[in-house]
Structure formats: C-alpha cells, structure tokens
C-alpha cells in the first residue's frame, strides 16, 4: 500500500518570504506520480505542480518549485516570494498508473502580512 | 483547463432521508469518478471509485448500501446518501479522470452535507 506523510500540521511564513513544506511517501512502485495540491478556504482543490517520477528534473511553476529525491522518497515543496494569497491548506498527493490518488494529511500554511 | 461541476454546493436534509449529489464532467469524457470525504481540517479520504457503466468499487469501510453511487454517463456520477444521521455530515468531493491523461484528475468544487 502508498502511504503519504506530511509532518508539518501548520507552518507560518512571512509576506514575500520562502517557505519549505515537507513530504514523504511509501511505495515500492518505480513508475509514478506525485502532486501538491491547494485547498484555500473556498475548499476547491487547485493543482498547484505535478511531478513524474521517471524525471530527474524538478519541476517547477513560478513560484513553486520541488525537490524531488526518489531514493529518499521524498517531495517536498517551496514556495518563494510568499503571498498572502498563499494562505490555504496544501496536500502531497501520490498517484500510481490507473489507480487512485492518495493524499496526504495536510499541511495548513499562513502566509503573514 | 478541464472543469467539473458539482451540485448542489450544500445541502441540509433531515435525519432519515437521502439526499442525492451530482458530479458532472462539463468539457471532458470522464471514464472514471472519485468520491471523497472530508471531515474538518482533516484530509481527502476515497471513498469509491466508479466507472462509466459499471459498479463502483468502495473503499474498505465505506458501507455501499449507504453511499450508493451511479456513473451512468461519461459526464455525470452521482452519489446518494441513503437514510442520512447526522454522522454523514461532511464535505464530500468529486473528482474525474479523463482516458487520455491517465494521472490527470479534477476537483469538483465540493458538497457541503449537513444532516440535522
């Protein structure tokens, strides 16, 4: 079974400031799917990045970015010049082939002003 | 970007009647819908997978008879809460995965389900 850990219940950051949220997972899969997902207030889940596990290279969109280490099965996610738009609750999420996705239980993220 | 619609947004219905929840896929094929439960500040859990024209397959936990679920289309899944208690309330979410992006999933925007 996968299992996905975030550590982190709540974390806080400082307007325009970087901010490191944490994810492990378990898996004795070679080929997935790994995902962090933004669940603001309205409760409507926002992709926010996606990665492959066959790619090397970390993905990144704008202002977010991973560090995807295979071996370590870890995924973690950061987020630089922090708005308070940021201010939600973020999931790992791990996807493998045709099956399910499984989440994580959540990191809740205040960005302050 | 694919959208998914989900309805209604929230619901109040009384202990002891069922109250049915729609998930449609508006520009997409949808060949296989999610269902997920949320409690407050908790995590998405699954709770039964579904095909189009085929039964869905539940989570281990998850009582079939209670929550039944039909995905008699490609763009619509419903789920029906049979005889609801006010245990059942929570916040339940859709998501549909088209064929061609296997990986890809969308979130419906979520039901609120209060039973009093």
């Known amino acids: 079974a996968q299992t996905v850990t975030q550590s982190q219940p709540e974390m806080s950051v400082q307007e325009a400031e970087t901010v490191t949220l944490s994810c492990t997972y378990d898996t004795s899969e070679s080929n997935y799917y790994l995902f962090w997902y933004k669940q603001p207030p309205s409760r409507q889940m926002i992709l926010v990045i996606r990665q492959e596990a066959y790619k090397q290279q970390n993905a990144t969109e704008n202002r977010f970015s991973v560090n995807f280490q295979k071996a370590a099965k870890s995924f973690s996610l950061k987020i630089s010049d922090s708005q308070l738009g940021d201010t939600a609750m973020y999931f790992c999420a791990f996807h493998r082939g045709n099956n399910d996705m499984r989440f994580g239980a959540g990191t809740r993220l205040t960005v302050k002003p | 970007g694919a959208v998914v619609s989900q309805h209604p947004s929230w619901v109040i219905c009384k202990s002891g009647t069922s109250v049915k929840i729609e998930c449609r896929s508006l520009?997409?094929?949808?060949?296989?819908m999610f269902w997920y439960r949320q409690f407050p500040k908790q995590s998405l859990m699954l709770m039964a997978t579904s095909n189009e024209g085929s039964k869905a397959t539940y989570e281990q936990g998850v009582e079939k008879d209670k929550f039944l679920i039909n995905h008699a289309s490609l763009t619509l899944s419903t789920l029906t809460v049979t005889s609801a208690h006010p245990e059942d309330s929570s916040f339940y979410i859709c998501?549909?995965?088209?064929?061609?992006?296997?990986?890809?999933?969308?979130f419906g925007p979520g039901t609120r389900l209060t039973v009093t």
């Open positions: 520009d997409f094929q949808a060949t296989t």
């Open positions: 998501s549909a995965r088209a064929d061609r992006l296997v990986y890809e999933q969308y």
